[in-house]
């Protein structure tokens, strides 16, 4: 990296794995034909934050095989710094993700235990060391369901970011494939008072507060609670099968909401999409108005892109992002 690169440093820690899609949403047992996309919500982030102005820095655990080096191959492809410790004889995370078309439902089926980044743990990294000149380090709950060092993990960073002075950022991100709900609740309640900004979906709030009550009464008892900075709810609102639109509303400093809509190519990473854009743009010092409405473009624009990596440049959430169409000559 250039020393001298004034744009802002987003520290991501997380497992990326392989993405296997059967062509033509086909179900995935009658499929012959399988699409493959690298995937891993930190890593999605920090591909998206970069190409909207931030530097994008990985920390990771690989297989030392030729999956690892692909995945590898990805992130410094879209200019992301890689900092891996390589596991020899480790394996890499496998998902296969059935797109459904009504009454089917999508469904998502992992082939990650034991995975390198599994092993991932409290004495990973030298933290300050891979903290130096960040302005924000993230990472998310999907890394924390992997295991105790994982979670470990997950403290030691969003701690030692916070004694250097930097922005901490957490996606809860609830996967109830890799953990349950009171196991899930734990954990949050042990990172959220290390968080200074938090992105949610609605059905996150409802789990961590064991209630169900309006998304502002419950987001406002969160922030208070754990006093992070600023909260941010992502919606997603079905407007037809071809079609979702999102809800973006900001809690904390400000109050702020937006909304956007797109045509559904692939639903997979919009949040992360999303999440980057929020965060690249408080980071510039953009205002909370600005922020949301990023972070609204971007979830829609990433639901008209295959697989989970976000593709564009900040030109496609300002004057070359369109509601409706249109063909640009």
């Known amino acids: 990296m250039n020393e001298h690169d004034v744009r802002p440093l987003i520290v991501g820690l997380g497992e990326a794995m392989v993405r296997l899609s059967p062509a033509h949403k086909v179900p995935l047992m009658m499929s ?19 190409q909207l102005g931030a530097r994008g820095r990985w920390l990771t655990r690989l297989p030392a095989n030729e ?20 596991e020899a004889g480790g394996r890499a995370g496998l998902f296969f993700l059935e797109v459904g078309l009504p009454p089917r439902p999508s469904t998502v089926l992992y082939d990650r235990k034991d995975s390198a980044a599994s092993h991932l743990d409290a004495d990973e990294f030298s933290w300050d060391q891979v903290l130096e000149g960040a302005d924000a380090a993230h990472v998310s709950g999907i890394t924390c369901a992997l295991g105790d060092g994982p979670m470990a993990a997950t403290l030691t960073l969003l701690s030692a970011a916070r004694a ?25 309640r042990k990172i959220l008072p290390l968080v200074d900004v938090l992105f949610v979906a609605p059905n996150d709030l409802t789990m961590l507060s064991e209630r169900d009550d309006e998304f502002d009464v419950l987001a406002g008892e969160v922030v208070e609670e754990f006093g992070m900075t600023t909260m941010v709810i992502r919606e997603r609102q079905e407007i037809s099968v071809e079609e979702l639109g999102v809800s973006v509303r900001v809690f904390g400093d400000a109050h702020r909401a937006e909304l956007a809509r797109g045509s559904v190519v692939d639903e997979l990473g919009a949040g992360d999409a999303a999440a980057g854009a929020f965060l690249i743009s408080m980071l510039l010092g953009e205002s909370h108005a600005v922020s949301a409405q990023r972070c609204a473009r971007a979830y829609a624009r990433m639901l008209t892109i295959p697989g989970d990596t976000w593709t564009g440049t900040l030109r496609d959430l300002t004057d070359g992002y369109v509601s409706n169409r249109k063909v640009v000559r």
């Open 164 to 188: 250097r002075g930097v922005v901490t950022s957490f996606d809860m991100n609830y996967r109830s494939q890799l953990w349950d709900v009171a196991s899930a609740r734990a954990g949050y």
């Open 67 to 86: 999956l690892g080096e692909m995945i590898r191959r990805h992130a410094r492809s879209y200019g992301i710094e890689v900092v891996s410790h390589d």
């Open 32 to 50: 012959s034909e399988l699409g493959l996309h690298v995937a891993g919500s930190e890593l999605n982030l920090l591909v998206a934050a970069a």
